[in-house]
């Protein structure tokens, strides 16, 4: 038996993920543990051993396995958990690494991304649904005037998440993860909530805006992750429950491997499912559910971008972001019908961000999409902002270079 000290945002679910362990594992060795009331400092007990069955690690985060799916390849597992290639095949002297076969253990060494210090929300693990209502709960207890509430549920039933920031009269949205593999933006943005909320309560300023004096003039309206069906199976995979299961490895190529998925659980590309040339999208992607592009039986069709649109109908917003992964570019004009502003907002952007502004000309067209839809309908300034270098999913370890890229840009939006 070994003990683990409570740090700041912890839970006993991402405690047992750490060391490889279960949530039952941790209350079987420490009776009387409250599941979602540990405290900074609390001792807690972690099994060594024998632990229902397997055996359980040595009790060090220094490495986690993982079996080779079809497509697989050292890149793209490194890329997956965000560890150099180097290190990953030093790790594993036993494989060829120019030749993978499906079945073979990977061992994956820990390369953390470095926390915000007594930071809540976590920065150095896949961030998936459960992740993100774990932060949520931590960060309500913190700050409880944030305003928390649902816009809708998922196909499976998951709660479709906003946070308001602010009470003021301006009305902004911001988004993330309305693709499923770029799940990292959903981090990006509750990073933002938590910062934002420190500095509000502290009186402080958060990247040179005085942060309650934004509170009373503007109100932000943040759907973290747009997709949390897809989210989950892109990080813990289609499980035997999964209801989806059999049509989704169809879907996938026959692949158990969802690493590279893009649609929300049936199949269907959520940022192709707006009212902005919806036919033409449908006409240019796949015939039917798909990994990607597939634009599915009508607009608005699936339950995830129908919220996004009534939530949108419903305020009164002046502007809006749409996170994306990848290319380190943001797009802000559609057909021509951005507003003259939004030429100056993107270059405020880019003296922020470093980030390229691209009109969408010619190869960059793009259609039924949020941002498309967004100007199309409103003829106000929306962007979609694509964040991250190299292959999707994202590593974290790109995390606090994404930060500070965007911290500028996500408080100076809620200005104009």
Do not use: C
């Not at 099994?47 to 396995?65: E, F, I, W």
């Not at 009269?169 to 933006?185: D, Q």
Request: aromatic fraction near 10%.
């Amino acid at each position: 038996m070994m003990t683990y000290v409570v740090r700041y945002g912890d839970t006993l679910t991402l405690i047992a993920r750490r060391f490889g362990l279960t949530v039952q594992d941790l209350v079987r060795v420490n009776p009387g543990i409250h599941l979602h009331q540990l405290q900074v400092g609390q001792v807690i007990q972690l099994p060594t051993g024998r632990v229902h069955g397997r055996t359980s690690p040595s009790l060090r985060p220094a490495q986690q396995q993982y079996t080779v799916q079809p497509g697989d390849t050292m890149w793209s597992i490194a890329q997956r958990f965000g560890v150099d290639l180097g290190e990953l095949i030093r790790a594993n002297p036993q494989l060829d690494p120019t030749n993978l076969q499906v079945g073979q253990v990977v061992n994956i060494p820990q390369t953390p991304t470095p926390a915000p210090a007594q930071g809540i929300v976590r920065t150095d693990i896949p961030y998936d649904y459960d992740v993100m209502q774990e932060d949520l709960q931590r960060l309500r207890q913190q700050y409880p005037f944030l305003q928390v509430s649902s816009i809708g549920s998922s196909v499976l039933g998951r709660d479709l998440t906003m946070i308001r920031l602010g009470q003021g009269p301006r009305e902004y949205h911001y988004n993330g993860s309305h693709h499923a593999r770029e799940w990292i933006t959903t981090p990006l943005l509750m990073k933002f909530i938590e910062e934002y909320a420190r500095a509000y309560q502290s009186g402080g300023s958060l990247a040179g805006h005085n942060v309650r004096e934004l509170y009373n003039a503007a109100s932000i309206y943040i759907v973290p992750m747009v997709n949390p069906d897809g989210v989950d199976i892109v990080i813990n995979g289609v499980g035997p429950d999964n209801p989806f299961r059999s049509q989704l490895i169809q879907w996938n190529g026959g692949s158990t491997n969802f690493t590279m998925w893009k649609a929300n659980i049936r199949g269907v590309d959520l940022n192709r499912q707006y009212q902005a040339n919806w036919e033409l999208a449908r006409q240019q992607g796949p015939p039917g559910p798909a990994p990607e592009d597939y634009a599915g039986p009508a607009p608005e069709s699936e339950p995830e971008s129908r919220a996004i649109a009534n939530l949108t109908r419903s305020h009164d917003f002046r502007l809006v972001l749409a996170y994306h992964t990848r290319g380190e570019v943001i797009y802000w004009n559609y057909l021509g019908l951005a507003p003259p502003e939004s030429r100056q907002i993107v270059q405020q952007f880019q003296r922020l961000s470093g980030y390229t502004p691209l009109d969408e000309p010619g190869e960059y067209s793009s259609n039924a999409g949020y941002k498309d839809w967004f100007i199309l309908a409103y003829r106000r300034p929306g962007f979609t902002i694509e964040v991250a270098r190299g292959e999707n999913p994202s590593p974290l370890w790109q995390l606090p270079e994404i930060w500070n890229d965007n911290v500028g840009i996500l408080m100076y939006a809620a200005t104009v």
